[in-house]
């Protein structure tokens, strides 16, 4: 059972934004950076956004995370086709003292 | 370029342990974290627990406490996992995954491409 909550599936249509939450607590999202990664099945998970709202070299300006509180989110804008993967949010839990991931949302472009 | 190269894929009797190797290259070996994940069938990604090459510890998540053991070997670069005791419920696809700091916070920045283990009588 994952301490960091996503709802489990969100889609649009090309062009579109999608925006997916991630609803933690004061021990994760609420005192540490939040982390963004995309993973697509049979291939490796890729950092989308680290520390919030930053994007590692390569990554489309199309992604874009905030943060507030206990909640953070990942707002997809200009939705294409390859967007079409599973997305997970994560942070590090002071109280677990470990890495933590959310229950993952499953993007579908329509 | 930075790159990451799992073992292959491994099946295993219930009760038995299981070895999983990731070897890199592309950068300084010893200035980065390895971190263990894995992913059920169905399921999401789980932390496993993290090792620290230059400093000598190693962190694990709470349910895999008494199972696991991460190790590595500088010499070749590479990082190994550990785990004993397999259940049906081990079956996954285990990622190591390079650990990296910046001012404020810790992520994962890239990924090994995944090694199943499966556990079946």
């Known amino acids: 059972q994952s301490v960091l909550t996503q709802p489990p599936s969100a889609s649009g249509t090309p062009g579109q934004t999608v925006t997916i939450s991630c609803s933690g607590s004061?021990?994760?999202?609420?005192?540490?950076?939040v982390n963004w990664y995309q993973h697509l099945p049979g291939t490796a998970p890729q950092l989308l956004i680290y520390?919030?709202?930053q994007r590692p070299s390569g990554v489309p300006d199309r992604f874009s995370g905030s943060k507030s509180g206990t909640s953070a989110s990942l707002a997809i804008s200009g939705l294409q086709s390859e967007d079409e993967a599973d997305y997970y949010c994560?942070?590090?839990?002071?109280?677990?003292?470990?890495?933590?991931f959310g229950t993952g949302t499953k993007v579908t472009v329509l | 370029q930075v790159q990451l190269v799992q073992s292959g894929t491994e099946v295993r009797k219930p009760g038995a342990s299981v070895r999983v190797s990731c070897k890199t290259s592309?950068?300084?070996?010893?200035?980065?974290?390895i971190n263990w994940v894995r992913q059920a069938p169905g399921r999401g990604l789980e932390w496993m627990g993290w090792?620290?090459?230059?400093?000598?510890?190693?962190g694990y998540a709470q349910r895999f406490q008494g199972r696991v053991t991460m190790t590595w070997n500088t010499a070749i670069r590479a990082g190994y996992m550990e785990l004993s005791g397999l259940r049906s419920d081990d079956t996954a696809v285990y990622y190591c995954?390079?650990?990296?700091?910046?001012?404020?916070?810790?992520?994962?920045?890239?990924w090994g491409r995944g090694t199943l283990v499966t556990v079946s009588s």
């Open positions: 995954a390079r650990g990296d700091f910046d001012a404020s916070g810790y992520f994962f920045d890239y």
């Open positions: 592309g950068y300084s070996f010893t200035s980065y974290e």
């Open positions: 090792m620290n090459p230059s400093t000598g510890n190693t």
């Open positions: 004061t021990s994760n999202i609420g005192s540490r950076p």
């Open positions: 520390s919030n709202n």
């Open positions: 994560a942070a590090w839990d002071d109280s677990l003292n470990g890495y933590v």
